[in-house]
């Protein structure tokens, strides 16, 4: 839909007022073409990577696809500008980078995403046999609306290590025919006791129990006999035995598919979009730019960290040194190159807002929240009551990237985690901080986030892509 022009003089409202339009109203054909073509690859994407390890693995396959080098593959490599490399960390995170003409030591231009998402891990021992029915004990990971996660189809996604260590990858319930999990919630006949509690505790922790059999082994002798054909079932497709759930990582995850929502097909329903939405986009950016003429100017990075949503912890989460291990590679080795590098660098931390919900108004400050619709969302702090652990953006920074973003014609927004003492949040930003670089949270609104089924907007989707282009090529 072409803008239409008008004669009016210039009121000066409109010159002094700061307004958000919804993005729809001034695309072309060709935009909105290439809006559904970015929507289309990412709703692949999101059904081939449902976990951090599936992330890892398909964001690898389209680095590698794209003439990116796997550096854990060489020893010694020389980097040259234009040069693409990439490398998998333990595979569930991957970092790339695109080698600029300048050193390292004058900065890098770095995106950060997070490709971990809220779901339910199987425990150590998880499988138990109750009253004729198998059943799976789950941890969850990540903040979740425990009540939200019952009565869903669930898929299993994992890997099993034995002994010699051979990884034995599970994902079932993806594909058309397979069997799908459940957890069981209490109908409302017999739900009077159980509604009356608050919703943090109707359905609790140890209740999200995963329904995974109910017919028993042909063997009068057996005791748990149901437990014992879903073991056998298990041994003769996988070789495992109960001893290996002990040391396997078995995530569950809603088996649906990602959708487009509404009657104009404008949203994406999914589970994961957080943060696989602002993920894609993060590689789709560092992509094209690598596969443009010239060599860009600075080093350009893209980190998809693991963990996030436990607070990036762990040998793959943003609080390891993995980060600046890679960093340290792209340096000639002195401390200093390095430390001029972290200094020097820019980075967005490309994570996903909660996007101004009617229902739930009370929640939001509506003049300082992000909307459906209105392009990428620059969060200049995160954190929660007197911004507690907050890395809150510079100033001269967030102006710097708003006008890296006017000049590229990229609709943003300003976003806030809701009313100020109605809860909070964090991201990967406060890591990057630490080292010295400049850093802004800055992604794709998300509805009913955290939830088996978010939703985004396509429109917000390829301007956040638009904008991570923009970022990489300027700042
Ligand atoms: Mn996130
Ligand atoms: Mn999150």
């Known amino acids: 839909m072409a803008k239409t022009s008008s004669n009016k003089k210039e009121k000066l409202s409109d010159k002094l007022f700061f307004k958000q339009k919804n993005c729809w109203e001034s695309i072309d054909v060709k935009t909105e073409k290439e809006v559904e073509e970015l929507a289309s690859s990412y709703k692949q994407f999101l059904n081939n990577g449902k976990t951090e ?12 696809k794209n003439g990116f080098i796997n550096i854990d593959t060489k020893t010694k490599i020389k980097l040259t500008p234009g040069m693409k490399i990439y490398q998998n960390i333990r595979g569930k995170s991957v970092i790339a980078a695109v080698i600029g003409k300048k050193p390292a030591t004058e900065g890098c231009n770095i995106l950060g995403a997070h490709i971990d998402s809220p ?16 059943l799976f004990d789950t941890h969850y990971y990540g903040g979740i609306k425990k009540y939200q996660w019952t ?31 459940t957890v069981t919630d209490l109908l409302p006949h017999l ?133 600046e ?12 190159d390095l430390k001029l590098c972290f ?35 620059l969060e200049k702090y995160t954190g929660s009551g007197g911004k507690s652990g907050a890395s809150d953006a510079n100033a001269e920074y967030v102006a710097k990237v708003q006008a ?13 985690l809701g009313k100020v003492d109605k809860g909070g949040g964090g991201t990967i930003a406060l890591y990057a901080a630490n080292l010295g670089m400049d850093v802004l949270d800055c992604g794709v609104p998300v509805l009913s986030m955290h939830s088996p089924f978010e939703v985004i907007s396509k429109i917000d989707l390829y301007m956040t892509y638009k904008g991570y282009v923009a970022f990489l090529n300027e700042a």
């Open 404 to 416: 890296i973003l006017n000049k590229n014609k990229v609709q943003w927004q300003c976003g806030e």
């Open 151 to 181: 009565t869903i189809p669930l898929s299993m996604h994992g890997v099993f290590i034995n002994e010699a260590g051979k990884k034995t990858t599970i994902r079932i319930g993806e594909e058309p025919g397979d069997p799908v999990f």
């Open 191 to 323: 739900a009077k006791e159980q509604m009356e509690k608050k919703a943090s505790v109707v359905v609790e922790g140890e209740d999200l129990d995963i329904l995974a059999g109910s017919r028993p082994y042909n063997d009068k002798d057996e005791k748990e006999k149901v437990k014992l054909l879903l073991l056998d079932l298990l041994n003769k497709k996988y070789g495992i035995t109960e001893k290996d759930f002990t040391s396997a990582e078995i995530e569950f995850v809603p088996a649906f598919k990602a959708s487009d929502v509404g009657f104009d097909r404008s949203l994406i329903g999914s589970y994961g979009h957080d943060d696989r939405c602002c993920a894609w986009p993060a590689l789709q950016a560092i992509i094209a730019i690598a596969n443009g003429k010239a060599a860009p100017g600075k080093t350009l990075v893209c980190y998809f960290s693991d963990k996030e949503e436990t607070g990036s912890a762990g040998n793959t989460g943003a609080r390891s040194l993995n980060f």
């Open 53 to 64: 390890r599936e992330c890892a693995d398909y964001i690898s396959g389209v680095l590698a």
């Open 325 to 336: 291990n890679f960093l340290a590679m792209l340096n000639s080795g002195s401390e200093i």
């Open 343 to 377: 200094s020097h660098s820019s980075m967005l931390s490309a994570d996903v807002n909660a996007a101004f919900d009617p229902t739930y108004a009370g929640v939001f400050d509506k003049k300082n929240s992000s909307y459906i619709g209105k392009g990428i969302v």
């Open 119 to 134: 779901r339910l891990d199987l425990k150590q021992n998880p499988l138990y046999e109750d009253s004729e029915l198998a």
